[in-house]
């Protein structure tokens, strides 16, 4: 299966050492956080993976690409364990590179992955600055997947003051962390964010967006026909709302956490909660 993690941000927050060393690069524990994400891929079978990029970033592929001086080295020197590990970076998966030329949205990037997703009748969307502890919720998505053939976003609980950063889910319970999609919005204010309900009617706390998704094709379609907004960005969400009016999509939750490392206090958190 198929996977496009969109990895071609500024990186704003944590310049000045975006400008040489992408956020997805920078350190947790020995490994950058984008390992962590493609091994996430790898292993719940996603493991032809599109990585997007914009100019600059190169050390990304740098990363994943077999380095024969660097393994020779390793080779007469002795270092088997530093060897070997070095060959499973290039071996977790199958990974192809593609530019995101403007910094239009998440939109924008995911749509670029059209030809290479090609006609497979589902792929999953990883976002490149965030690490799953605990568990990964892709497991869950892909047996909704073959169980009700739906597309589906992965979804956490959000406190109140901070509805208005994210994407927000509405629906109901159909199943034990399962949700039927009834709205979906970008940032809403607070009076007017959805709610998922559970199965006998009762509100739960708002949920918002985990940086992970199932899409079917369709969702090019969907981005193709959304306007940029704001800053001349193309919102994902507003296509995922598209999506979900033409196919149905589902809300799936799941034991672990969500960590951001968006911001170097991210960063902090998500390496202290890792234990590395």
């Not at 690490?131 to 597309?151: E, F, G, I, N, Y």
């Not at 704001?230 to 919102?235: M, P, R, V």
Request: proline share 7%; charged share 25%.
């Amino acid at each position: 299966m198929k996977a496009v993690i969109p990895a071609a941000g500024l990186g704003t927050r944590f310049l000045p050492i975006a400008k040489a060393v992408p956020k997805e690069m920078l350190p947790l524990g020995d490994k950058p956080v984008i390992h962590y994400v493609v091994a996430e891929a790898a292993a719940a079978g996603f493991d032809e993976i599109l990585i997007i990029l914009s100019k600059g970033k190169e050390c990304i592929m740098q990363y994943f690409t077999p380095n024969p001086d660097l393994e020779s080295h390793l080779e007469a020197a002795g270092k088997q364990a530093a060897l070997e590990e070095v060959r499973r970076v290039s071996a977790m998966a199958r990974i192809e590179y593609a530019y995101q030329e403007k910094m239009r949205g998440l939109g924008d990037a995911v749509k670029i992955g059209r030809e290479f997703i090609g006609d497979d009748p589902v792929f999953a969307v990883l976002l490149g600055d965030t690490v799953m502890q605990h568990s990964s919720p892709l497991d869950r998505m892909a047996s909704a997947w073959k169980t009700l053939s739906k597309p589906s976003v992965c979804l956490e609980p959000c406190p109140e003051e901070r509805v208005s950063r994210y994407g927000v889910a509405g629906g109901r319970e159909i199943g034990e962390g399962l949700f039927d999609l009834t709205e979906l919005v970008e940032k809403p204010a607070v009076s007017k964010a959805p709610r998922l309900e559970s199965r006998n009617g009762s509100p739960l706390p708002y949920h918002a967006f985990a940086a992970r998704y199932l899409f079917t094709p369709e969702i090019f379609d969907c981005l193709e026909n959304t306007p940029a907004g704001f800053a001349g960005e193309i919102q994902l969400t507003d296509a995922m709302e598209q999506l979900r009016q033409k196919t149905g999509m589902l809300g799936v939750t799941w034991p672990g956490k969500r960590l951001d490392i968006g911001s170097p206090a991210g960063l902090i958190e998500a390496a202290q909660a890792l234990g590395i």
